[in-house]
């Protein structure tokens, strides 16, 4: 991912959102589907050995390894540290502790009324390399890093009208949820999660 954001104004909105913890023991694809409940999901997580993107449609998963093998690790419980499945209306986050693996969900349109805003974050990758069953191989020219995102992206999105100026079109849409500050009254931010992967014109 790109530490790069888009900053326009923000706008402050308010949700009902509620956080539940899930139990888990051992993270396989498996537990994932069966969190997902039928629903489509993207999902991003962090390994020992890489970055991992993948997506469940239909009640199956898809993994960027399974396309990309030589881009991107195989799903594996040693190597694996965190994972985020996510949607435009909840989120499941899973990580390793020292006593073992936690989750929890969280989801929008129940619970608690809270403020948030959205924020576009910019994704690595300039140049279109490959499209493989819904995934989208790119790189960026300048730094050689490559990685495969769940989502099919048209070349056209890389380039403006000059074919060597080279442009970032992916976005992680991040929500943050907000809480005021018993000291100061400042509202800030308490807790993120992550909403959709997508490409801009």
Excluded: C
Excluded at 41 to 52: H, R
Excluded at 130 to 159: Q, Y
Excluded at 161 to 188: C, F, S, W
Aim: proline share 4%; hydrophobic share 40%; net charge negative.
């Amino acid at each position: 991912m790109s530490n790069q954001t888009i900053t326009p104004v923000r706008e402050i909105k308010q949700v009902t959102r509620a956080i539940a913890p899930l139990p888990v023991d051992t993270p396989t694809t498996d537990w994932l589907v069966k969190q997902a409940d039928g629903a489509d999901w993207q999902l991003l997580a962090f390994a020992d050995d890489g970055l991992i993107w993948g997506k469940i449609e239909k009640g199956i998963i898809f993994l960027s390894g399974e396309q990309f093998p030589d881009i991107s690790p195989a799903w594996r419980t040693e190597t694996l540290q965190e994972a985020r499945l996510f949607n435009t209306d909840a989120q499941i986050h899973l990580w390793r502790t020292d006593d073992g693996w936690q989750a929890n969900r969280i989801t929008d349109g129940t619970g608690k009324t809270v403020a948030y805003y959205d924020e576009s974050q910019i994704l690595w990758g300039n140049v279109h390399q490959n499209e493989k069953e819904g995934f989208t191989l790119v790189s960026d020219g300048s730094l050689g890093f490559r990685h495969a995102v769940p989502i099919s992206v048209d070349k056209s999105k890389f380039s403006r009208e000059n074919a060597k100026n080279k442009r970032r079109p992916l976005r992680l849409k991040v929500r943050h949820y907000l809480t005021q500050d018993d000291d100061t009254g400042v509202m800030i931010v308490a807790l993120s999660r992550l909403v959709e992967v997508e490409a801009i014109e």
